[in-house]
């Protein structure tokens, strides 16, 4: 049997933590699940490099019963302004794993875009590394009901009432202007959007 290794990632602003609380109880949700035992995760804001103090930093966190290993990078917005839908009835990925082979395998094979938006029977779900909002004529977002990894920051998005879940299925998405990328490191106001046109 694989070992079962996972992965949070904590955004870092300018040498803070920001909203770490919603990914640490997922950290302790998911060993509880899985290990029986849940690991408490203590972060401080001295664990930040200097040299990183001043800028946008990713902190990922490799976990299985124990930390395995806590990094810091620099974090750079990707430019996605196309995605590729891309059908895969079987895919599962409601957890934070740390083995991503099947999401990769998907994205290998539509190189002609930016990323993938999978979908599994007939809905949709994620792209290969954020949750999604669609956005519709009127100006609505809605975030799919069948997202394959409910994401921290979908959550707390939903909590205020920004965005509504709704089934989005593939016959669906002409019905809207576009598209939000969303994760732990991007919010809605960072405006990594892409045009339903450019939805293949």
């Given at each position: 049997?694989?070992?079962?290794?996972?992965?949070?990632?904590?955004?870092?602003?300018?040498?803070?933590?920001?909203?770490?609380?919603?990914?640490?109880?997922?950290?302790?949700?998911?060993?509880?699940?899985?290990?029986?035992?849940?690991?408490?995760?203590?972060?401080?804001?001295n664990?930040?490099?200097?040299?990183?103090?001043?800028?946008?930093?990713?902190?990922r966190?490799?976990?299985?019963?124990?930390?395995?290993?806590?990094?810091?990078?620099?974090?750079?917005?990707?430019?996605?302004?196309?995605?590729?839908?891309?059908?895969?009835?079987?895919?599962?990925?409601?957890?934070?794993?740390?083995?991503?082979?099947?999401?990769?395998?998907?994205?290998?094979?539509h190189?002609?875009c930016?990323?993938?938006?999978?979908?599994?029977?007939?809905?949709?779900t994620?792209?290969?590394?954020?949750?999604?909002?669609?956005?519709?004529?009127d100006?609505?977002?809605?975030?799919?009901?069948?997202?394959?990894?409910?994401?921290?920051?979908?959550?707390?998005?939903?909590?205020?009432?920004?965005?509504?879940?709704?089934?989005?299925?593939?016959?669906?998405?002409?019905?809207?202007?576009?598209?939000?990328?969303?994760?732990?490191?991007?919010?809605?106001?960072?405006?990594?959007?892409?045009?339903?046109?450019?939805?293949?």
């Amino acid at each position: 049997m694989t070992k079962l290794v996972f992965v949070e990632v904590l955004k870092v602003k300018n040498g803070v933590f920001i909203n770490i609380q919603t990914q640490l109880e997922r950290i302790y949700r998911t060993t509880l699940h899985f290990f029986s035992k849940p690991l408490t995760v203590n972060l401080t804001n001295n664990m930040i490099p200097v040299d990183l103090q001043n800028e946008l930093v990713k902190c990922r966190i490799v976990y299985a019963k124990e930390i395995i290993s806590i990094d810091f990078e620099v974090y750079k917005m990707r430019n996605i302004q196309s995605l590729a839908l891309v059908e895969n009835n079987t895919i599962e990925y409601s957890y934070k794993y740390k083995n991503r082979d099947e999401i990769n395998e998907l994205l290998s094979q539509h190189t002609d875009c930016d990323d993938i938006l999978i979908v599994k029977n007939s809905l949709v779900t994620d792209t290969s590394y954020s949750n999604v909002v669609f956005k519709d004529f009127d100006g609505k977002l809605y975030t799919p009901e069948s997202t394959l990894l409910a994401g921290t920051k979908r959550q707390k998005l939903l909590d205020k009432g920004i965005i509504y879940k709704k089934a989005i299925s593939i016959n669906d998405i002409k019905s809207y202007v576009g598209v939000y990328l969303i994760n732990a490191m991007m919010d809605i106001k960072d405006n990594v959007f892409v045009n339903i046109d450019s939805i293949k």
